[in-house]
């Protein structure tokens, strides 16, 4: 049968590690004899439509959000926590040192989702914004940041910024009339949306990875027959090595691109990632679980 | 198959089976021709998700604050102050009904969702002035068109991420096409108003200015605070209509119109009304979800790449695509399928993205005007109470004029590029 | 007997008005709320435009139950109004048919529906997201409630237009 694969965003394979992703995963699938199809972002519905259709095993696969896998099992949530690890690389130790992916498929696999592998789409997270350079936190006090749900509320409040909820699709508005002065996110993330024209200082904080995840159906996926399921895990192999390379380039192109568009790059130093850092570490209990915080600081420090 | 789901549909219609059900039958019976039965099970997830949108609110807060505005003499001392304005011109009112589709329209994203808010307040005001209701909503609808292609608007946004052109570029581009169709509107409108004898005009007992103002003024707060709010940023476009409502009962309050029957009404029309949007939405979302699982739109733009055309035709089999694309899908879907698919192929023919944005959003648009199926139509004809079809004859000669506005922003791109070259965007 | 069942209808619908006016003043307010907290707080709390959207989701189903029971739904042709019964019956057969169609498969699904979005929480005000996904099938179930009564009754359910 079709292995339907929905993406999450526009097929540009320069700027969208998802897509890249998707295309090499694909590739693969289908130079093994396996039938695959790429659905446009939002062809098949949006986050919560994919988790609930990729759950009733009616969608084989699907590039997602962390957080919405993150309500069936909050592990996964520990990864993007700030400051918590601070390159890719340190992250795919935690994954190959240890049992990651049965521990963050363990309790979504019995709601019929299981995480095929986790996608670094860009440099780690910075501070865009309309007003002025955030080296500090200090720098905050002014500025009005767009949060995307709890969990950024209280890091930036963590800080002593305001915040503001503000659904995707009204950031444009929301950031050209002043409703908002910034948000957190990935370098790449401005440039493809173009919010370019109004943000004026990306500050690089080195915050997070910016992460998305590939899920699957769990009663797809342990009903494959093994020679199947040895080409998939193969194609998720391929994938990820490509993703890993792909990244590579992307990160200063990521940034250099940011300063092409007319945004300033402001390079945070040790010091001054530190003072955000030294702010939002004794709150980790409050972002996740606090059991996973724990098991996460674990997993970082032994790999540091 | 498809011809037995026709038929069928067909006799429900006939039977007086309301529109939406009559989507829903027709996208289930989809589900089964398609062999596609096991994904029902998607469907009460994709209603839901239909409707949990954030800025489908704006909507809905935007029909309250008409009602309220209706009901409690906001929209009689407005219409007053713009019969001072406007009466010496014959059609006046359908001139002002058209600019107001200009500035406020396109902020919500979803060109159905602001022919509703505007619909409501409109066309009750032009009918108290002596226009027909059909001619009113047939103004309305035709104006809603306008509004996504003016700035704000976030189809235009949309556009410009999927294809990577500036958004600033896209705005400045849409503003000469936008007024040239509020001028075809306009001369349309002024040809009707003395064909059909419409108010206005030299003869017309002309309300003094200075006194209708002072009583307006409490009913002027209303457009000043919602245009101000968003343009300024101290709010959303959906706070805005919050806003608005709350203004709404304000003002009905200093005209004495705000008590407890005038209230209750208000809310309870407003909660059928949106119930019914929201049952054709429901509906044309699954609907939308098979075509998307079955690729149709893909299909049919293969056919439109392989066409072999090239150039201005090839641009013209595109607008005539889109134009039948904007009458069933969801014009941000439609665009996050189709943009990819056809976008680069129009650009390597020549034609210029901003240029292409324009068009695309312009046909998708008035894409809801154009029976059988133009979603603008339906909901301006459940707000208005206007028979459909009697709305969609009434709407025919502005669909043609607008048309013809299509078709010269097509073939001149100079229309759409003049601005962006001028303030050096290209 | 039909009495009855009829005044039950209206009963029903005129709760389901109330609950939607009740929901929509809620939306109003919550948003205004954030408006206000933005400005005169300096802070807004996140959950406010979740619920908001949520109130609008209850408002506006029990509204479509209540434009359903008003034949308030825009149709591109009227019911025949005609005296030859044979017609009459047809059409309201073939109205019958067409909403059974659309609406008893979403029903059909809506059991596990429910029990998937139980286990699921919104991601602001952090409820289950059962507590708004149940409005689905409760707007279907009052619809067919609508339509059984109709159907039994005939005229003595006969209602115009809920509004003017
Ligand atoms: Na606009
Ligand atoms: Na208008």
């Known amino acids: 049968a079709d292995i339907k694969i929905a993406l999450d965003c526009p097929p540009d394979p320069d700027h969208c590690g998802t897509y890249y992703w998707s295309t090499v995963f694909a590739d693969h699938l289908k130079e093994s004899g396996l039938a695959a199809t790429l659905y446009p972002a939002d062809a098949l519905g949006g986050e919560e439509e994919k988790l609930d259709q990729v759950s009733q095993g009616l969608l084989e696969v699907s590039n997602s959000d962390v957080s919405k896998v993150g309500q069936l099992d909050p592990t996964i949530m520990g990864i993007g926590l700030p400051y918590i690890i601070d390159s890719v690389a340190q992250m795919d130790r935690i994954i190959e040192s240890t049992d990651f992916m049965n521990l963050i498929n363990a309790k979504s696999a019995k709601h019929g989702v299981r995480t095929l592998a986790v996608i670094p789409v860009g440099g780690f997270s910075g501070l865009a914004n309309t007003k002025h350079p955030v080296r500090t936190p200090a720098d905050l006090k002014d500025l009005r940041m767009r949060a995307m749900d709890n969990i950024q509320v209280q890091i930036l409040k963590s800080w002593g910024a305001n915040t503001v909820v503000i659904p995707w699709p009204e950031i444009y508005n929301s950031l050209q009339t002043g409703v908002a002065d910034g948000y957190l996110n990935s370098a790449i993330v401005p440039v493809m949306f173009k919010h370019t024209e109004i943000l004026k200082h990306f500050s690089d904080l080195k915050l997070a990875a910016p992460i998305r995840v590939t899920i699957c159906s769990e009663t797809w996926y342990s009903g494959l027959s093994k020679k199947d399921r040895g080409i998939v895990d193969a194609a998720v192999a391929k994938a990820n090595a490509a993703n890993r390379e792909w990244l590579k380039g992307s990160v200063q192109r990521d940034l250099d691109e940011l300063g092409k568009s007319g945004v300033e790059v402001y390079q945070n130093t040790k010091e001054e990632r530190d003072q955000f850092a030294r702010l939002v570490r004794p709150i980790y209990k409050d972002l996740v679980p606090p059991e996973i915080a724990e098991l996460f600081i674990k997993l970082a420090d032994a790999t540091k | ?426 | 007997m039909k009495q009855k069942l009829a005044d039950m209808s209206d009963a029903l619908d005129r709760i389901c008005q109330k609950a939607a006016i009740g929901f929509f003043f809620f939306m109003v307010v919550l948003i205004l709320f954030q408006v206000v907290g933005r400005y005169i707080f300096q802070a807004v709390p996140a959950w406010t435009a979740e619920a908001a959207r949520y109130c609008m989701i209850w408002g506006g189903l029990l509204g479509a139950t209540s434009a359903f029971k008003t034949n308030a739904d825009p149709r591109l042709f009227q019911p025949p109004a005609t005296r030859i019964k044979w017609i009459n019956i047809t059409a309201t057969a073939l109205r019958t048919i067409s909403t059974i169609i659309f609406l008893a498969p979403v029903l059909y699904y809506c059991d596990t529906y429910l029990v998937r979005t139980f286990h699921r929480t919104t991601p602001t005000l952090e409820i289950r997201t059962i507590w708004v996904s149940i409005a689905i099938p409760l707007f279907i179930l009052i619809i067919f409630f609508h339509m059984a009564c109709d159907l039994i009754c005939g005229d003595a359910s006969k209602k115009s237009n809920g509004y003017s």
């Not at chain 2, 226009?131 to 009113?136: C, K, L, N, W």
Request: net charge neutral; aromatic share 10%; hydrophobic share 60%.
């Open chain 2, 1 to 426: 198959m498809f011809w037995l789901i026709v038929t069928l549909c067909a006799v429900f219609i006939a039977s007086g089976a309301a529109m939406a059900y009559v989507f829903g039958t027709a996208a289930i019976m989809a589900f089964w021709a398609t062999d596609n039965l096991k994904y029902l099970a998607i469907i009460p997830q994709r209603i839901f998700s239909q409707l949990d949108v954030f800025a489908l609110m704006a909507m809905t807060l935007f029909i309250m604050a008409g009602e309220i505005m209706n009901r409690t003499g906001v929209t009689r001392n407005l219409v007053h102050f713009s019969m001072s304005l406007v009466g010496r011109f014959k059609g006046g009112l359908g001139h002002v009904n058209i600019l107001t589709s200009v500035f406020f329209a396109g902020v919500s994203g979803s060109a159905m969702a602001d022919a509703a808010a505007l619909t409501n307040t409109l066309v009750p005001a032009m009918q108290e002035q002596g226009y027909t209701r059909r001619y009113a909503g047939a103004v309305t609808a035709a104006s809603a068109v306008i509004g996504p292609i003016i700035p704000p608007s976030i189809i235009l946004i949309f556009y410009g991420a999927l294809m990577q052109v500036s958004i600033g570029a896209l705005f400045a581009a849409g503003i000469i096409p936008g007024i040239t169709l509020a001028l075809f509107l306009i001369i349309a409108n002024t040809f009707f108003a003395h064909r059909h004898n419409h108010p206005g005009g030299k003869t017309e007992d002309i309300p003094p200015f200075l006194p209708s103002l002072r009583k307006a003024l409490p009913a002027l707060s209303l457009p000043v605070i919602i245009l101000g709010g968003i343009v300024f940023g101290v709010a959303t476009p959906t706070e805005a209509a919050a806003v608005a409502v709350a203004v709404a009962v304000g003002a009905g309050y200093l005209y004495g119109g705000v008590n407890k029957d005038t209230m209750f009404k208000s809310f309870q029309r407003t909660a059928i009304l949106t119930g019914s949007i929201f049952t054709i939405m429901a509906a044309s979302a699954c609907a939308a979800w098979i075509g998307s699982l079955e690729q149709w739109p893909q299909k049919i733009a293969g056919i439109v790449t392989g066409s072999g055309l090239s150039g201005i035709w090839f641009l013209l089999l595109i607008n005539l695509f889109f134009l039948v694309v904007g009458m069933a899908m969801d014009i941000a879907l439609a665009l996050a399928i189709l943009v990819p698919l056809l976008g680069p192929v129009a650009i390597a023919q020549g034609t210029d993205p901003i240029h292409l944005g324009i068009i695309l959003c312009l046909n998708l648009t008035i894409g809801l005007i154009t029976p059988p199926l133009g979603g603008c139509l339906i909901v301006v004809s459940a707000i208005s109470n206007v028979n459909y079809w009697t709305l969609a004859w009434a709407c025919l000669p502005f669909l043609l004029v607008e048309l013809a506005a299509l078709l010269v922003i097509t073939l001149v791109p100079d229309i759409s590029l003049f601005l962006p070259r001028l303030l050096g965007y290209l």
